[in-house]
Nanobody, 122 residues
């Protein structure tokens, strides 16, 4: 079982950048499909970046070209580089992991961190 702890959230102006980190422990992150999933009150969870065990990545159109997911296997840590942030990127961002069908549905992710808040203002 993997434990996940996010960090790096904060407040930033529109057009700015943030890098989120997700430290994994208890198991090797590269053995999982990993994802960054965000949620705002009253809205469904939205997957914004995924990386599979082979290192392949996927993004929805809403963040493609602005967000980059990466994984440092030596540090057992997942990252999300967010550039050109927009107001609509404001959300709680969660790091999550699962074994199969990457990325599949965000509802199928088994292991979750506690989340880190990202607030973007104009």
């Amino acid at each position: 079982e993997v434990q996940l702890v996010e960090s790096g959230g904060g407040s930033v102006q529109s057009g700015g950048s943030l890098r989120l980190s997700c430290a994994a422990s208890g198991s090797t992150a590269s053995n999982y499909c990993m994802g960054w999933i965000r949620q705002t009150p009253g809205k469904e969870r939205e997957g914004v970046a995924f990386i599979d065990r082979a290192g392949g990545t996927r993004y929805p159109d809403s963040v493609k070209g602005r967000f980059t997911i990466s994984r440092d296997n030596a540090k057992n840590t997942l990252y999300l580089q967010m550039d050109n942030l927009k107001d609509e990127d404001t959300a709680m961002y969660f790091c999550a992991a699962k074994f199969y069908y990457c990325p599949g549905s965000v509802q199928d992710f088994v292991y979750w961190g506690q989340g880190t808040q990202v607030t973007v203002s104009s």
